[in-house]
Structures are given as structure tokens and as C-alpha cells.
């Protein structure tokens, strides 16, 4: 039986009881009446439990989610989600420089970041769900600990690799000695769909405009968590912004903050436009934190893309466009505080400090801790590429999109491609696989070179 992911309802409940706590609302007789009705928990890893289930439980939680949708919320003044209630939230908010902005980025510090975003993503593809602990192991045993390049299964124990098995999609192109090319990949297919938008319908464009790219552009399975929600939304006749809120439990997960990059990209040295570009973007399947998350990337990326800041000054641009008060906020500044506190010593010990205090209340895909693990990456590392990326991969959760966030931050400070050491950047062959619009196999110099033109439009 097809057991379709990330939609059904006795799917969904569980998550949306966790997510009912995180935001502030109390859940616990919805949860009683799921359990007394011998409700599953969520999946941990998957997008559907193994085993169907009745057709009275489906519908009961269709109901119980409903229920919990109107449930209020004690952190709805700190945490909203409209772009006016955001930027009165912020008391830093940066000055835009106007409609246009300042077309100050290189191509060749475009094409930096895509490279850049590939290889974080693709350090960071076959160790996707495994535990903290299965990527340190699986590390060492191939003599790359501290992680200083590729995933290899050369020299791993066959009883370790039984243990910890490889992401199952992934390994076959995503290891060292298996990568050909940069596969298929969610990281890299948003930033695409971003393009075309910009492509389409310029720097007016609307969240409807975003939608209306996806459902022309984007197969819906190579949606997942809050886009596949949404996609799902849409094709019911629902509109933004209630497709990111009707039966989402992933709505502050990280599915918008890897789709924050061209938005930085194409807003160079403007902030405030990148962020607000962003949440355009984000609306379409995220509230609050998931939001917030994608308008940190890409102020941190459009301060980054001049060239002129250092990545402590681009963190902390990035933080003046979150509601201070928010969890998002007080997570990536608890983990910068960290890496400064630990930097003469091994990333490891920060790692340790985040799972301690964020993984028994975040799924290993929210947009809180994995945004927090990405700064603190960025900052232990003082920016350098290959330093970036290895820390943020090596912290564990969603590892490829963490590795694809600090890869594209740290090849733009980088500048230029042949900054980026050859090791990571030669088993790419300047090549990309998508299933979106006309891009596959294209080029990372190509995808630069358009982006330009997107930052260089009025």
C-alpha cells in the first residue's frame, strides 16, 4: 500500500501536539484524547508511520488538529508572523537603500555561494538523520575527525556501517567516492525555484507568485514537511497565507530558511529588502520562528554578498530583522555566545551545549536549534570555508541543509571560486541535477551569472 508522506492526519497529530507546546499553547486534553484512542506517536524519521491506520483515527485526528489550530497562544505577542508586527519587534531594523538595490556583488562571488551551498550539501547528504553520535563514529572509523572533507565508507567497519547505515537516498552519489556531479537535492532546487520567480515576476513578485512557480515547476514529490503541506493546501483551494497554517505542524521547520539564499544574493548590502523578500517567500508555508529563520539567512547573506563584513558583523546584521524576544532570537544568540566562549576549543564541546538545550523539546528539522548550530558554525569558525562547513555538518540534525546555509555564507567571504579548495569543488565538474524548470545540468558559473542579473534588475 502506498503509504503517501508528510499529509495524513494520524501522521500529522503527533507533530502538531509537540509543535502546540514549543509556540505556547496547551495541548495536554487533545493529547489525552489521541492517546486514549490508541493514537500513534509521530515517526521519528519518516514522513509516515509504517502501518496504516483506522479509518476512525484519521478522521479523529482531522478533528483534534482542527481543535488545536484554535488553541491560543501565550507567546502570539512576542512571535508574529505579519511583516509589520515582525519589524515593530525588531528595534534595530536596518535601513533599506531604497527599491533597487545596490547591484555591489560580484559573479564571481555568486558563483563562490552556489558552490559554495552545493558542497555544504552535499558534505552533508549521507549522514541526513543519523544521530549526533553515528556521524562521529562513522567519522573517526575513516580517519576524517575532526570532518575535513567527504563522507567516506572507505576503511568504515561493516559492523559500524550496519549500525549506522548511510541515508539511504543519498550514498550512492553523495559519498566520496561515489559523487559525480552535484545530485538532485531540495538546497539546491529552492534557490532555482527563487530564480525563476525573480525571472517571472521581478522584485514585486507575491507569495501567490512564489505559488503559482511551484505548482508550474516543481514536482510535488520533491516537496517535504511544510512544502509538501502546503502543496498539498494549494491543490484544496487553500491560499497564502493559510496554506501555511491549515493541518502544518512543520511550519517553523527549516523548509524556508533554504530557500532564504537568492534573496540575499540578489539584495546585496540591503538587509531590510533581502528580509522582507524573504518573507514573501517564507509565507507561503511557515509562521513565526520558520519565517524568522529565512529572514536571518538572507539579511546575513545580503551583508555578506558585498564583501565589506567580516561573518560576526553579518550574524549580527542578521539578528536586527528577528523579534528579539523570539526563540529564534535568544537560540542563535545563546549559540554565538557559545562559540566565543568555547573558540580555542573543539567545536564539539558548542555541539554538546546545543543538543543539550535544544534536542529533547526541537525535531532535529526545526528551524530553532538547526538555525542556532548554523551561527554557531559560522562564528567558531571565523567564516573559512572548509572550517564552516565541517563544523556545521558535524554538529548533526538536518546536516545537508545546515552544511548548504554555511557553505553559501562562507563562499561569498570567500569571494571567488578558486578561493574554495579544489578538494570540495572539483567532484561538482561544474555540473547540477534538478528536477526544475529548464536547469538541469547546469552550471554553477551559468546560475551565478543569471542570479546576476536578478541582483542587477531594477
Known amino acids: 500500500m502506498l503509504r503517501l508522506t508528510w499529509v495524513q492526519p494520524e501522521d500529522l497529530i503527533g507533530h502538531e501536539l509537540r509543535q502546540a507546546r514549543q509556540d505556547g499553547r496547551e495541548p495536554s486534553a487533545v493529547a489525552a484524547r489521541w492517546h486514549a484512542a490508541a493514537g500513534p506517536e509521530a515517526p521519528l524519521t519518516a514522513g509516515a508511520s509504517p502501518t496504516p491506520c483506522s479509518p476512525y483515527l484519521r ?216 528580509a522582507e523578500r524573504a518573507h514573501r517567500d517564507a509565507t507561503l508555508t511557515h509562521t513565526a520562528n520558520g519565517v524568522y529563520a529565512a529572514m536571518f539567512t538572507a539579511a546575513v547573506i545580503a551583508t555578506a554578498a558585498t564583501g565589506e563584513h567580516d561573518v560576526h558583523a553579518c550574524l549580527r546584521v542578521g539578528l536586527t530583522v528577528v523579534p528579539s524576544r523570539s526563540r529564534l532570537a535568544r537560540a542563535v544568540r545563546h549559540a554565538v555566545g557559545l562559540a566565543h566562549e568555547h573558540a580555542d576549543a573543539g567545536f564539539d564541546t558548542v555541539v554538546d551545549a546545543l543538543h543539550a538545550t535544544h534536542a529533547a523539546t526541537y525535531h532535529w528539522v526545526h528551524a530553532v536549534p538547526n538555525t542556532a548550530l548554523t551561527a554557531a558554525a559560522l562564528t567558531h569558525a571565523g567564516g573559512d570555508f572548509t572550517g564552516s562547513v565541517c563544523r556545521a555538518v558535524s554538529g548533526g540534525w538536518d546536516t545537508d541543509s545546515n552544511g548548504a546555509t554555511a557553505g553559501s555564507v562562507a563562499g561569498l567571504l570567500a569571494g571567488t571560486p578558486d578561493a574554495l579548495p579544489e578538494r570540495w569543488t572539483a567532484p561538482l565538474k561544474n555540473r547540477l541535477a534538478t528536477s526544475v524548470g529548464d536547469f538541469d545540468g547546469s552550471g554553477f558559473d551559468t546560475l551565478a551569472r543569471l542570479t546576476l542579473l536578478e541582483a542587477s534588475r531594477p
Open 59 to 274: 478522521l479523529l485526528a482531522g478533528d483534534l488538529l482542527d481543535e488545536l489550530a484554535d488553541l491560543p497562544s501565550t507567546l502570539a505577542e512576542h512571535e508574529p508572523t505579519d511583516l509589520a508586527g515582525i519589524v515593530s519587534r525588531c528595534p534595530d531594523w536596518p535601513a533599506t537603500t531604497g527599491d533597487r538595490a545596490p547591484a555591489s556583488v560580484t559573479v564571481s562571488r555568486l558563483e563562490a555561494a552556489w558552490l559554495g551551498r552545493a558542497v555544504g550539501c552535499l558534505l552533508g547528504k549521507p549522514v541526513e538523520k543519523l544521530p549526533l553520535p553515528a556521524i562521529r563514529s562513522l567519522a573517526r572509523a575513516a580517519g576524517n575527525w575532526p570532518l575535513s572533507t567527504y563522507f567516506t565508507a572507505r576503511g568504515v567497519p561493516a559492523d559500524l556501517l550496519a549500525r549506522h547505515p548511510w541515508n539511504r537516498r543519498s550514498a550512492t552519489c553523495s559519498l566520496a567516492e561515489n559523487i559525480d556531479g552535484m545530485p538532485e537535492d531540495d538546497d539546491l532546487n529552492y534557490p532555482l525555484l527563487a530564480l525563476l520567480v525573480l525571472q517571472r515576476h521581478g522584485r514585486g513578485f507575491t507569495t501567490s507568485d512564489v505559488a503559482r512557480v511551484w505548482l508550474d515547476e516543481l514536482p510535488a514529490g520533491r516537496t517535504f514537511t511544510a512544502e509538501r503541506v502546503a502543496y498539498r493546501n494549494l491543490l484544496s483551494g487553500l491560499e497564502p497565507p493559510l496554506t501555511a497554517r491549515h493541518h502544518n505542524p512543520f511550519r517553523e521547520w527549516i523548509g524556508a530558511l533554504i530557500r532564504a539564499d537568492v534573496h540575499g544574493w540578489t539584495n546585496p548590502g540591503d538587509p531590510a529588502a533581502a
